[in-house]
C-alpha cells in the first residue's frame, strides 16, 4: 500500500490536498503533520483534526513550534500581534510577490520536519499544499523552490525523500472544485489570516477564498460568518471624507 505524509494546516489547499492524495492518487496510508508555529489563531487546527478524521489518516501528528513565532517576531504579521494583518486591497503592488503575511522560512521548516518524519517511518513521499496565488505570491510556493528542495533531500545516501506538490500551478477555484468533487467538508477549513473568532472577509487569503467560490457559483459554508469586503470598501471611503 502506497504511503505518503501530508502537510496538513486545515486550511482550504491543504484540505483538498489531503482529499485528493487519498482519492485520486490512491495513497491509502496518509500521515498528517500539523505544526503550531505561533500563528495568531489556532481555529485552523481544530478544522485539521476534522479533516485528517474524516480522510481516515494511519496517524496525524501535531507539534508545538509556537517559540518560532517570536523567533521572527516583527517579521510577519501573521504571528506577531504587533503588526496588523493587512487587506488585500490596501497592499501596493510592489508587496504583491511577498507580503506582509509571509513568515521567514516557514515552509522550509516545515518541509524539513515533514521529511525528518517520512524517513523515520519509511515513507518516501511528502506533499504540501503549496498553490502560486491568484494575486500575490511567496517564494517558497514556486517551482524553482520546489525543485531546489527536492535536489537538497536526494543527497540522502539512504532514503531519498521527494516533495510533492501538485496544485502549485493551479488557480484557487480549480483546487476548489477538485475538492467539492471529492466531497471536502469546507465547513471544516479556515482560511483568514486574523485572529478573530469570525473570518474578516478583506485578508488576502479571505479575498481568494471568496473568489474561487464566486468563480464556481457555490455558497461558502463560512460565508455567514464573513463580512463580504467588497461592501467594507465604500463604507470606509466615506468615512474618510466625511
Known amino acids: 500500500m502506497k504511503s505518503a505524509v501530508i502537510l496538513l494546516s486545515g486550511g482550504l489547499d491543504s484540505s483538498t490536498l489531503l482529499h485528493y492524495v487519498k482519492g485520486k492518487l490512491d495513497f491509502q496510508l496518509l500521515n498528517a503533520l500539523t505544526i503550531r508555529y505561533g500563528q495568531k489563531?489556532?481555529?485552523e487546527i481544530t478544522c485539521a483534526v476534522a479533516q485528517a478524521r474524516a480522510a481516515g489518516v494511519e496517524e496525524h501528528r501535531q507539534i508545538d513550534l509556537t517559540f518560532f513565532g517570536e523567533l521572527v517576531a516583527g517579521a510577519s504579521a501573521l504571528t506577531d500581534p504587533?503588526?496588523?494583518v493587512p487587506a488585500l486591497a490596501e497592499l501596493a503592488p510592489g508587496q504583491l510577490d511577498q507580503p506582509p503575511t509571509y513568515v521567514p522560512n516557514r515552509n522550509m521548516l516545515f518541509l524539513a520536519l515533514a521529511a525528518a518524519y517520512a524517513e523515520a517511518k519509511g515513507v518516501a513521499d511528502v506533499f504540501y499544499?503549496?498553490?502560486?496565488?491568484?494575486?500575490?505570491g511567496y517564494w517558497d510556493c514556486t517551482v524553482e523552490f520546489l525543485n531546489r528542495m527536492n535536489a537538497v533531500l536526494g543527497l540522502n545516501r539512504r532514503q531519498p525523500i521527494v516533495l510533492?506538490?501538485?496544485f502549485m500551478m493551479m488557480r484557487k477555484r480549480e483546487i476548489l472544485?477538485?475538492?467539492?468533487?471529492?466531497?471536502?467538508?469546507?465547513?471544516e477549513t479556515w482560511s483568514c489570516y486574523r485572529g478573530q473568532d469570525k473570518a474578516c472577509g478583506a485578508c488576502p487569503a479571505c479575498v481568494e477564498r471568496r473568489a474561487a467560490f464566486d468563480a464556481l457559483h457555490v455558497t461558502d459554508p463560512l460565508s455567514e460568518r464573513m463580512p463580504d469586503a467588497r461592501r467594507q470598501t465604500p463604507d470606509r471611503r466615506r468615512r474618510r471624507k466625511a
Open 41 to 43: 489563531h489556532v481555529r
Open 129 to 136: 499544499g503549496a498553490q502560486a496565488q491568484d494575486r500575490y
Open 82 to 84: 504587533a503588526v496588523p
Open 164 to 166: 510533492h506538490a501538485p
Open 177 to 187: 472544485k477538485i475538492g467539492l468533487d471529492l466531497g471536502v467538508n469546507y465547513a
